[in-house]
């Protein structure tokens, strides 16, 4: 196996990939929960989801958790990035093209790229909301924390940033609908009975979180 500075193995790469993979998903779906706050846009509910967002970034025990998030998300990215480059050199002459996509999805074929999209969405999300909420000049609510509702309100009554959500949320579709199933692969997890209930769990996944997501941004600016 070609070796490698970071990882050792191909094998140990794959292993790392599915491991942070799934736990970045578990991390979507306790993101999820906290941000369908925002879909009570009354004064009681901006409230509730002020004091949620000061929870998440003053709770000791949550904030410990938000360091791993932070290296796993770089240590997944940097992963991917390093597999796709293995895999190339494996790789140096392409196939027929007739046979290029033969037993691949058009998911699985594009892992790097959505990935890469995903990436660069997230520095441009972080800096709109979890950079703002650290070191922005937010003011503050009637209950004295900082009021984030007012700037993810603000973010979402702007028609091209809802736009560009959405799409991306597509992209995490796709991502998901490949990389759930995958990682379990990866981890050696495949056996004729739970398998199909795997790939049924990812494609539920894959619709499912990102369908929510995307609700949110549209719901705010339809009722904005």
């Known amino acids: 196996m070609a070796r490698s500075a970071l990882l050792g193995s191909s094998l140990a790469k794959k292993y790392w990939m599915a491991l942070t993979g799934l736990f970045l998903v578990l991390f979507l779906f306790a993101h999820l929960a906290g941000n369908l706050q925002l879909l009570d846009m009354s004064p009681e509910g901006q409230l509730k989801f002020n004091a949620y967002a ?28 390093l597999l796709a480059i293995q895999n ?29 999209l995903i990436l660069v969405f997230l520095v441009i999300h972080m800096k709109r909301f979890w950079y703002e909420m650290h070191w922005g000049e937010l003011g503050l609510d009637a209950d ?7 700037v993810v309100a603000a973010a979402f009554s702007e028609l091209w940033y809802v736009v560009l959500y959405v799409v991306m949320m597509g992209v995490l579709a796709f ?3 490949h990389g759930f199933q995958s990682a379990f692969q990866s981890l050696g ?19 499912v979180l990102p369908v929510f997501f995307a609700l949110i941004p549209v719901w705010m600016f339809v009722n904005r």
């Open 88 to 116: 190339r050199k494996a790789r140096p002459v392409r196939y027929a093209r007739e046979n290029a996509g033969a037993n691949r999805s058009w998911a699985s074929s594009n892992m790097a790229l959505l990935g890469t």
């Open 144 to 150: 004295g924390n900082k009021d984030l509702y007012t």
């Open 54 to 81: 000061k929870f998440m970034t003053s709770f000791p025990v949550v904030k410990a958790i938000s360091y791993l998030l932070y290296l796993s998300i770089l240590f997944h990215a940097f992963d991917g990035f």
């Open 175 to 177: 991502h998901l609908l």
């Open 189 to 207: 997890l495949n056996h004729p009975k739970y398998t199909p209930a795997i790939k049924n769990i990812g494609v539920f996944i894959a619709v």
